[in-house]
Nanobody
């Protein structure tokens, strides 16, 4: 089992920044590909970003590329999502997730463990 706890969400004005953190415990953190997903009210959960086990490879949704940065610190068992130039349409609950597969999957069904989510609200 892997337990994931997100933090860092909040209310921010458009153009502002937030840094989300996801702390993992349980099994060896570096054995998992880590992803961030978002879910707005009434919408399906959407892929945001993913990072490889070592942190050497990343992939982003087109809507956030150039504005968001995913990173991880395997010594601290933590994955981060730096969110810059935030837009009202970024408003959602953000979830981190862990996958035991090697691929940088964008599909939520490929992930084995999920956090409880943290709310991000961007005002215009």
């Amino acid at each position: 089992q892997v337990q994931l706890v997100e933090s860092g969400g909040g209310l921010v004005q458009a153009g502002g920044s937030l840094r989300l953190s996801c702390a993992a415990s349980g099994r060896t953190f570096s054995n998992y590909v880590m992803g961030w997903f978002s879910q707005a009210p009434g919408k399906e959960r959407e892929f945001v970003a993913v990072i490889s086990r070592s942190g050497s490879y990343t992939s982003y949704a087109g809507s956030v590329r150039g504005r968001f940065t995913i990173s991880r610190d395997n010594a601290k068992n933590t994955v981060y999502l730096q969110m810059n130039s935030l837009k009202p349409e970024d408003t959602a609950v953000y979830y981190c997730a862990a996958a035991s597969s090697l691929s940088l999957s964008r599909g939520p069904y490929d992930y084995d463990y999920w956090g409880q989510g943290t709310q991000v609200t961007v005002s215009s």
